[in-house]
């Protein structure tokens, strides 16, 4: 039975007794992580935030208490008055290990059924289950010390952005949808009958508009939503931390942002990080590590063999050159170890999850050439491609080929992401900082036939490739940063158009007649008459963040509340139905799925 708690009021928590406390009374209150009854003795752990202490109940505890405590179980919410004391047997692995509260009285706050899940840490239980019971996972003490250090980690973004002049603006929830990449969550209105909101996808155009109102340097923890497919780092409601300068160039944005991260780095971890940050054009990253998010903790830079093989007589090859396309490979340190049947589901992989069709393989063994393709290619061919790789006779080249340099260059990216985590050459505990820069401004859609924004439409060109927006599209680069840490993106941005004419020229590249550039972003069309500040900004993924600083591989482990693969909530069960009369007032019928209106969805 529950009782009251009175007028009891907690002497500390408890993790936090401490030695010094010995000999005073103390009122502790938490779950009841174990409890053993030694006949005469009976001992329970008390558990809350801080940690956990040691209850001792025993014959110079009151009778009372002595019933009582026989009666708690696991997960029990407990409050307890003694003497702390100095235990006669010291657990070194707790925190509290050296004390112990010795029970005059006890009240059970609140009985527990068996939970579905242990309190522990790092349980072996399904996810599903976990997220279905997220209320209980979020006790256990390495959920908490996740969540703990999110906030630690948001409360160190806001004073620093504090300190540098930054100020905090909230901008809209239920906003105007406009076409940003990802599919809008729309929100009728009721209001407006047949008239939608959208949930913003990021605060990009009510940052921008700050800055013109002449709010020089803006930043906000804000919540965005996009409804796309997840993956482990996605979700479709998110976490920015966002940030806006105005009369900023590039240079400044970085020098801002690194001064953060720095801040950041040195009160979590106690690390130092070089500064400047290392700068990588998007061009470089594509051609040595086959993706715009390179990972620098591990070497197996990407190698070009197309001029070695162009006049050769393996004739994929040599047609993949001759199509405009290009031969490259990896080098895996020591690789040349691996076993045909490793190479075999290597080839497998490769063709599985990327665009390639096809892997082929090179080493030395004996000092001949050894491999898929070495009825073809002599072992001086393999000392020249690993001597371009750098890398010492015993390494293994894997080689990819395609008449288009993109399948190669990203196919070749992927399988040296994998090699590393197969061969364990990532170091732990190291971060790797980079900002990637001069990213395409576009990018052609076969989809939709025509050129799209590779970032956002409000993205500058670079000033001097400004003239082939109408000769040369493709080839335009943009003001645009995107700043990496272990491979993985942590944000990005871009210095933005803040030119009415450049803009509206922008739109009519992207597709946009006049109206419909008009209909779609007239606002920001009509406050750009009104004098707007060459400005620049930045948006890191929260969620990223601490999901990399807390050595986490999905960000559903650093969100209290996250969804699952299908964006569905486990624990609420939403998204779910609504009554009929809700429809009705927004003007709605559903005439697809399994409800319909005038079929009740109240039970």
């Not at 009976?42 to 009372?64: H, K, Y």
């Not at 803009?503 to 009519?508: A, K, L, S, W, Y």
């Not at 069309?525 to 500040?533: E, K, N």
Request: net charge negative; aromatic share 8%; with cysteine.
């Amino acid at each position: 039975m529950s009782e009251s708690m009175g007028e009891w009021r907690r002497s500390s928590l408890c993790g936090d007794v401490t030695e010094e406390m010995i000999g005073l009374e103390l009122t502790l209150m938490g779950w009841c992580h174990k409890q053993r009854d030694l006949g005469g003795v009976l001992f329970m752990t008390l558990r809350d935030i801080a940690g956990e202490v040691q209850l001792v109940v025993d014959g110079d505890s009151p009778d009372e208490v002595r019933e009582k405590a026989k009666t708690v179980r696991g997960e029990y919410v407990l409050a307890c008055r003694g003497t702390l004391r100095r235990r006669a047997a010291i657990n070194p692995e707790m925190k509290t290990g050296l004390v112990e509260l010795h029970a005059q009285e006890l009240r059970i706050l609140s009985p527990s059924e068996t939970p579905p899940i242990y309190i522990e840490e790092d349980i072996d239980v399904n996810e599903s289950v976990r997220l279905k019971y997220r209320f209980l996972d979020l006790r256990r003490p390495d959920m908490q010390r996740k969540m703990l250090a999110r906030h630690r980690i948001t409360r160190i973004t806001r004073e620093y952005f504090d300190k540098e002049g930054f100020i905090d603006v909230e901008t809209p929830t239920l906003i105007k949808s406009t076409p940003e990449g990802a599919r809008d969550y729309l929100v009728p209105s009721r209001v407006f009958p047949g008239k939608f909101f959208a949930l913003p996808q990021s605060p990009q155009l009510f940052k921008q508009l700050l800055m013109l109102a002449g709010y020089n340097k803006y930043m906000q923890i804000a919540r965005c939503y996009r409804d796309e497919d997840l993956r482990a780092d996605r979700q479709p409601e998110f976490t920015q931390v966002d940030i806006e300068m105005a009369f900023v160039g590039e240079d400044d944005v970085m020098a801002a942002n690194e001064g953060y991260l720095a801040a950041l780095m040195r009160e979590f971890k106690g690390i130092e990080i070089d500064r400047p940050i290392r700068r990588i054009t998007w061009r470089e990253a594509m051609r040595r590590y086959g993706t715009d998010k390179p990972d620098l903790r591990y070497g197996m830079e990407l190698i070009d063999l197309s001029d070695l093989v162009a006049d050769g007589a393996f004739k994929v090859f040599a047609e993949a050159v001759e199509a405009g396309g290009m031969v490259a490979a990896i080098a895996v340190p020591g690789g040349s170890d691996m076993s045909r049947r490793e190479l075999d589901d290597l080839a497998t992989y490769v063709k599985g999850n990327t665009r390639a069709k096809g892997l082929a393989w090179l080493s030395l063994s004996d000092g001949a050439s050894r491999g898929s393709v070495a009825r073809f290619f002599d072992a001086d061919f393999v000392r020249e491609a690993l001597k371009r790789a750098g890398e010492e006779e015993s390494a293994q080249l894997l080689i990819v080929s395609d008449a288009d340099q993109m399948t190669v260059l990203e196919a070749l990216g992927d399988l040296r992401i994998e090699m590393a985590k197969r061969r364990g050459l990532i170091p732990e505990g190291r971060f790797e900082f980079c900002w990637v820069t001069e990213f395409p401004l576009l990018e052609w859609s076969e989809d939709d036939g025509r050129y799209v924004a590779k970032h956002h439409p409000f993205t500058a060109p670079m000033d001097e490739d400004i003239a082939m927006l109408d000769t040369n599209p493709g080839e335009v680069r943009a003001r645009a940063y995107d700043i990496v840490l272990n491979g993985t993106e942590l944000g990005g941005g871009s210095i933005r158009i803040h030119q009415q004419d450049l803009q509206q020229r922008m739109f009519r590249l992207l597709g946009f007649s006049d109206e419909q550039a008009q209909r779609q972003f007239g606002f920001l069309l009509s406050a750009f008459r009104y004098g707007v500040p060459p400005h620049g900004g930045l948006a890191y993924g929260l969620d990223r963040i601490v999901m990399l600083l807390t050595g986490e591989e999905s960000i559903r482990e650093v969100i209290a509340f996250p969804k699952v693969q299908n964006s569905s909530c486990l624990m609420t069960e939403a998204p779910d139905v609504v009554a009929d009369h809700q429809l009705e007032e927004l003007g709605l019928a559903i005439v697809s799925g399994s409800h319909t209106v005038g079929e009740s969805s109240e039970g």
